[in-house]
Structure formats: structure tokens, C-alpha cells
């Protein structure tokens, strides 16, 4: 069988559009829709539907993926071994959080021009939730959690740092000026700017908040944490955020750090797939993840 065929139909799978997954494997629309029939033609079954909204696997397609995604694995496997020991080299693709690509990984990509020149690093933002679907879906081959714990049976995590929080308002907010440090009762009383949904400090900080009698924060979600600091640098309320993103922003006096309850560090979770082979060069990136953010 053409492995070839293999890799279509999976990248088609991921994608669920024949525009997308041609692009995706540079190829022409027409090119995809003919290595989709030749294998459903080889195979003896209709592995798509073709809707208006895209392609949908059939149960037969749904019976396919996970051993076509096992046979391109061993593929994979068997060109690295052929490959010998000669340089690392190839493509690694890594989902993390927003304020770990901003602050933690340009050192480890980095690090890495040095240690692995001919490894391609390709670095996208995401939140947990994104992480976890693209490595079932094999857009990505690593990612970054931060999560206290991650139950998710068909990925697993290894901590390689920890994330410091801090609390952050505006240098003229009424917090800066209090003797005492804040209660749980008086930031129930403010308005504050979390990140999205599935953020789990976020999640937290707002089960805790809410938990308090009385009428309740304002809270405000964004997916951006430039879009937070900067409304808490305006004075439109609070913020918790990983110290690394408003470090600088404190020392020049543009944000202030709040008194007030201890925020727990948030575990750093590097993330792969259970049953995916990593291939050397996400290896490799792993490897030098793990020195430059434990070291």
C-alpha cells in the first residue's frame, strides 16, 4: 500500500476539509480527492463523506485512523533508524499557553539553533484544551500544560518547571495604598480580567471568588494576556497572571503587585501523545526543554 495514501487520508481526517489538507500537504485539491478514492477504491470501503461543511469520517474511516496512524509511526520509525546517527534534522511542531511561548521559549528555540541547527521548531499558542485535541490529532508532536494535574488517559506529562503567580492591579488602584493585605472578601468586591475558559489559575481564582457571600466580582475573559495587562494597567481591575509576563511591567512602575492570598505555582507539563513515537528531532527538543527550563 501507498503510505502516501495514508498520510492523506490522516492529514484529511485531522482537517475534515480537502481545501485545508491540501494545503497542508502542498498539494492540489484535485490530487487529495484522488489519493482519498484510490484508497478507498484499494480498500473496499467509503472511509468520508463529502457534506457542504467538509468531510466527515465514516465508521469505517473511524476504524482506519488509529491503525494508519500506526503504520505511519512505524514508517517514521524505520527512516529514522535508517537515517544512522548523523545530525538531528527535521520538523518538530509544540503548542503552548501564550505566556510560555512570550517568555519561557525563545530561550529553549534558542538553545536549540545551537544544539540542533537543522531542526525546525514550529510554535503555536494554545490553551490546554487545544494542546490535548492537536496531539490526538497529531498536529502536534509536543506541548506545553499548565495544569496542577492533567487526567487525560491518552496523553502523558512529565513537570519540567514551575510558573510563579502574581496578583496585578494598577500603581494608583485602592489596593496599593491598603496597610493590610487584601482578603478573599475584598477581591470579591473588584472586577477582574481572566484568561479564557480552560485556563485552570483562571478557573480557580474564579470558583474562589465566587465562593465569597455577597454580590460577586465582574469578570471579564480574554484569550490574550497582553489584552489583560493592559486593561489592569488602565485601572479597569485586577489580574492573575505569571509573574514572567508583568515582571518588567512592575519594575517600571506601569503595574503594581497586589497584597493579598497566596497563588500556588502552576505546574509546567510537558505533553506527548501515549501511544505516538517521537520522532529524534521532537526528542531532541524535549531534551533541551527539560535542560534549559529545569536547569
Not at 50 to 64: I, M
Not at 158 to 167: C, D, F, G, K, N
Amino acid at each position: 500500500m501507498d503510505t502516501r495514501l495514508l498520510h492523506t487520508f490522516t492529514t484529511l481526517a485531522r482537517t475534515g476539509n480537502f481545501t485545508a489538507a491540501a494545503a497542508e500537504l502542498h498539494l492540489a485539491q484535485s490530487t487529495v480527492t484522488v489519493h482519498v478514492r484510490s484508497l478507498e477504491r484499494e480498500l473496499g470501503t467509503r472511509l468520508f463523506d463529502r457534506l457542504p461543511t467538509g468531510a466527515t469520517l465514516t465508521e469505517s474511516g473511524r476504524q482506519l485512523l488509529a491503525e494508519a496512524e500506526e503504520v505511519l509511526d512505524a514508517v517514521a520509525r524505520l527512516r529514522a533508524r535508517c537515517a544512522g546517527a548523523g545530525a538531528v534534522r527535521g520538523r518538530v511542531l509544540v503548542g503552548a499557553p501564550e505566556s510560555l511561548c512570550a517568555t519561557r521559549l525563545p530561550g529553549v528555540l534558542a538553545a536549540m539553533r545551537t544544539s540542533h541547527p537543522e531542526v525546525d521548531v514550529g510554535l503555536y499558542a494554545a490553551g490546554t484544551a487545544e494542546c490535548v485535541e492537536g496531539l490526538r490529532s497529531g498536529r502536534l508532536d509536543l506541548a506545553l500544560l499548565l495544569e496542577r494535574e492533567a487526567g487525560f488517559p491518552d496523553v502523558t506529562t512529565e513537570p519540567v518547571a514551575h510558573e510563579p503567580l502574581t496578583l496585578v492591579c494598577a500603581p494608583h488602584h485602592p489596593l496599593t495604598t491598603r496597610t493590610r493585605a487584601a482578603t478573599w472578601a475584598d477581591l470579591a468586591t473588584e472586577s477582574f480580567f481572566l484568561l479564557e475558559q480552560g485556563c485552570s489559575y483562571s478557573d480557580e481564582l474564579e470558583r474562589r471568588l465566587l465562593a465569597e457571600p455577597g454580590t460577586g466580582p465582574r469578570l471579564t475573559r480574554f484569550g490574550s494576556v497582553d489584552a489583560a495587562r493592559s486593561c489592569v494597567a488602565a485601572g479597569l481591575g485586577l489580574a492573575l497572571l505569571p509573574l514572567t509576563t508583568v515582571d518588567e511591567q512592575v519594575r517600571h512602575g506601569r503595574l503594581a503587585r497586589v497584597r493579598g492570598p497566596r497563588f500556588a505555582d502552576v505546574p509546567v507539563l510537558l505533553a506527548r501523545h501515549r501511544r505516538r513515537w517521537a520522532a529524534p528531532a521532537a526528542q531532541a527538543f524535549a531534551g533541551e526543554l527539560v535542560r534549559h527550563l529545569s536547569g
